[in-house]
């Protein structure tokens, strides 16, 4: 959803957006890295009436994929409502975000039906899975769940996050995900938030990145005859830097697609906070909430008055960390959500560094 030139106009789908949907913070597992700290105990969660209205707002807001998480979202009361109302909602792509743990063969006939894909998180072989996630039998049970989604004909994805203790575990991965029917395997940067600060030491160093740069390109290039492709949810610093878009830096007039303000995913957490881009930005950046709102109000009221304090934070960002990152490929969003929250005491700063930055662009042009 974006807003052009002329700012008379409503957002509109600029290009294809996307809406990730926390449904609750419970959790069966603990596992290391999780931003959410979600966990047996939790108690948060999304009522489902409003979950359905952003389910119908998606089509005016140019939402063509829809995310749903959690916590673990087959813990979610509402989910089998939701599964039965999907095929009514031809206008997005569904994908259920799952640890994959508590799937039976009912449950994956229903997400079959529903014409959902599913992405399952596997961080390597049985002993480091269950290690990372906290719980003798995770990996088994994550099996045994993706087989019966496989069984039933829902497209998987595995969802890998890389960290220095498991880099070597990508070879492994994806014979595994080849004998299991898997048919991608996305790896995903460790974030330094939530559980994650706790083991923040682990994340890949620039040279690592590099050798994951490389890894992932020859698995590509060897698998993909076998049907297996592999995805990186990081950025191409050469792409970023020519493209600051990407990097949610928008350069206004200088846009090249004449674009002045977007959001190109939405987030909905599990309390209704509404956040720009990123799951696991600090919340003083959300659009507001949608216990409150609906989502096309929200996002009207944002780019008239709320863009600036998330625009600035990424400009200040993007000048603090692009000039000079070293590997081929950024961790942009896990840079940016960590930077959010400790700059949380830095409102002053910020302020001062976006007015900054606004002052060079008119001085030199785009970045």
Known sequence: MAESHDLTMPPRAEESAALLIHLLDRCNLHCDHCYMDGAA???KFLPLDVVLRCLDETERLGIRTVYFSGGEPFLYPGLEAILALLPQKPTFRPVICTNGTLIRGADAAKVK????SAQVSIDGDEEYHDRFRRSAGAFHAANRGIQELVAAGVPVAAVVTICQDNLGCLPWLAEWAIEKGVERISVQPLQQVGRGARIAHR???EDQMCELFVRLSDLGYAYRPRGLRFSLQYRARNYLL????AAF???GERCHRQVAKEIKTLVVREDGAVLPEIPSLHPRFALGNVMES???DLVTRYFSDGYANFHGLCRAVFAEVMPGF????VPWDEIVSERSWARQDCGSELRTLQVSHERDREAAGPL
């Open 294 to 296: 609906t989502l096309v």
């Open 41 to 43: 105990n939790g108690s």
């Open 242 to 245: 020519a493209h600051p878009c």
């Open 113 to 116: 039906a529903s014409g959902a």
């Open 326 to 329: 070293g590997a081929p490929i």
């Open 249 to 251: 830096v928008c350069n």
């Open 203 to 205: 994340k890949l160093t």
